[in-house]
């Protein structure tokens, strides 16, 4: 079956730190992989997202590159800001489908 | 700016009550999905519709939950009867096939 796997949490940085949120995918076929944040109180809104090997999706200084070889779909960032603390979901859709399967979610704390 | 709402935001209520909670997908989308959050289990899809057919609920308790979609500007989730295990965040979110999902803010709901 499909699963994402996500590093527990919380994560605790100081501003401007290096931000890695590792996640790693289980699939049958080619998925499109997601980052979704969630920010305190609201709904989970859509950060990035990358459909093939090796697409690398990109937003708001967040990276993370579909590397199919590992299965894997690192969430980074190179200078996190006290805005970004919230929790920072992985997630898959098979081909043809749009049913996500998300991790548990990784808690992104940063402090000044 | 296209939006989901959901209502209500906030729900309390007593074990064996019905509760209804209503979402309005943004305009044109055509699938739906309720998910229901909670610390212990994350996010589980609970139901999603295309075009208003309900295309896989089985994530749903089927004794106690149903989903709905009376048109196409707006999806019921009921729950009778209500208990205290399933209090927990209710999101709704729409989107175009093959396309990123939005979430709405989200129904906090309580079963005491």
């Known amino acids: 079956g499909n699963s994402v796997t996500q590093m527990e949490g919380p994560v605790t940085l100081s501003e401007e730190a290096f931000l890695t949120i590792n996640c790693t995918y289980t699939?049958?076929?080619?998925?499109?992989l997601f980052w979704y944040v969630q920010y305190p109180g609201e709904g989970l809104q859509l950060l990035l997202k990358?459909?093939?090997?090796?697409d690398k999706g990109s937003n708001k200084g967040f990276e993370a590159t579909y590397r199919k070889e590992t299965t894997s779909f690192h969430l980074e960032k190179g200078s996190v800001q006290v805005s970004d603390s919230a929790v920072y979901f992985c997630?898959?859709?098979?081909?043809?489908?749009?049913?996500?399967?998300f991790g548990t979610g990784t808690r992104l704390l940063v402090s000044p | 700016d296209a939006r989901v709402t959901q209502t209500p935001r906030h729900k309390v209520t007593e074990m064996g009550q019905e509760v209804t909670m209503r979402c309005q997908p943004i305009l044109g989308h055509n699938t739906v999905f309720w998910y229901r959050q909670t610390m212990m289990q994350g996010l589980e899809l609970l139901a999603y519709f295309r075009n208003r057919a309900p295309l896989d609920d089985s994530g749903m308790p089927k004794d106690r939950f149903s989903a709905e979609m009376p048109d196409a500007t707006l999806a019921t989730l009921k729950i009778q009867p209500s208990e205290p295990r399933d209090s927990a965040v209710y999101f709704c979110?729409?989107?175009?096939?093959?396309?990123?999902?939005?979430f709405g803010p989200g129904t906090r709901l309580t079963v005491l």
């Open positions: 990358a459909t093939k090997a090796d």
């Open positions: 699939a049958t076929g080619y998925p499109s």
């Open positions: 997630a898959l859709t098979n081909t043809g489908f749009q049913k996500l399967v």
């Open positions: 979110a729409s989107g175009l096939s093959y396309n990123e999902q939005f």
